[in-house]
């Protein structure tokens, strides 16, 4: 496709965005991404500003391509982080999790343009307000962290449309071509998705979370800690059964677990953050073929749609 207002806020071949998953979104991963046309992101991680910067310095060696950052503000656990980003010379940050004005301001002094994640109009208004240069729109079939009142994607990013002209991408419950149609149609310029690079061979995960999206159905997620400030939706498994038969539960405790079920492939010793589309991911594949047959299956749609009216 030739570019749009969202690639040529990128830089990157297509307006497709890597999520930026925890202890996932790494610059080995990320890059491959980039690399394959698409937009890597790499997460600020727990370790703070020094692993950030190195995480930077691999990006750069490892790809040639436009990348970004995101951060997440409520986990943020190293202010440094921010000098990081503008220090290494990065031009794209998304940011989430918290107050889109906390550092807005000073990424758009630098040169950086701000895509805030947000869940809901309100939230959307919000980032408005705080100048950010464009939204992802998170429907609530995503995995990973939600705001506790769902709005489905379906629902949510025409009605973000209505309100702004800004550069939207659309995240939760895309995985192929037909999914980027849909979000281009219902007002986005873009997409992100991450359960459906979860289910790559670059993602560096152990393969029994990804066999086990594979396996899943579209039941088969379940949301945690939903009347709680933040919830979060995961795949279904004994351990996430219990923990939603428990009520609220210490959420960070909960994910210090994250790296045995990960790495080492217990999907009883944490939770799998997924999103409803597993139920449409059927095979694992290189990130460069998931990227070209979204890409393919778009155009084709497209024409269908177009040949059809």
């Not at 998953?21 to 980039?34: C, D, K, P, Q």
């Not at 990424?107 to 992802?136: C, M, Q, R, T, W």
């Not at 290189?286 to 749609?305: C, F, H, K, N």
Request: some cysteine; aromatic content about 6%; proline content about 4%.
């Amino acid at each position: 496709m030739n570019g749009n207002r969202l690639t040529r806020v990128l830089g990157s071949r297509y307006p497709i965005v890597q999520a930026p998953m925890g202890l996932i979104a790494t610059a080995a991963f990320a890059s491959e991404v980039s690399n394959a046309g698409g937009f890597g992101l790499v997460g600020v991680g727990l370790g703070g500003a020094a692993q950030l910067d190195g995480e930077l310095v691999q990006m750069r060696q490892l790809t040639d391509r436009p990348f970004g950052v995101n951060v997440a503000i409520a986990f943020l656990t190293d202010p440094a982080a921010i000098e990081t980003i503008v220090r290494n010379g990065v031009t794209f940050v998304t940011t989430s999790a918290g107050d889109p004005a906390k550092f807005t301001a000073r990424f758009k002094d630098a040169g950086i343009s701000v895509f805030h994640v947000v869940p809901n109009l309100k939230a959307a208004l919000k980032a408005i307000e705080a100048g950010v240069d464009g939204l992802v729109v998170e429907g609530g079939e995503g995995g990973g962290f939600k705001n506790p009142d769902l709005v489905s994607t379906m629902v949510l990013t025409p009605l973000i449309r209505d309100h702004t002209d800004l550069p939207i991408i659309v995240a939760g419950g895309v995985c192929d071509g037909r999914g980027m149609a849909a979000a281009m149609a219902l007002g986005g310029d873009g997409i992100q998705m991450g359960t459906r690079f979860v289910c790559s061979n670059e993602a560096p995960v152990h393969d029994n979370w990804k066999d086990a999206i594979v396996n899943a159905g579209e039941t088969d997620t379940v949301v945690l800690r939903p009347n709680a400030r933040q919830a979060v939706r995961t795949l279904r498994t004994r351990r996430s059964e219990r923990l939603r038969a428990g009520g609220d539960f210490d959420l960070s405790q909960e994910l210090g677990h994250a790296k045995d079920l990960y790495f080492g492939g217990d999907m009883e010793g944490g939770i799998a953050l997924s999103g409803q589309v597993c139920g449409r991911i059927k095979d694992i594949k290189p990130i460069a073929r998931i990227i070209s047959d979204v890409m393919e299956e778009y155009q084709t749609t497209l024409g269908r749609l177009g040949g059809s009216h």
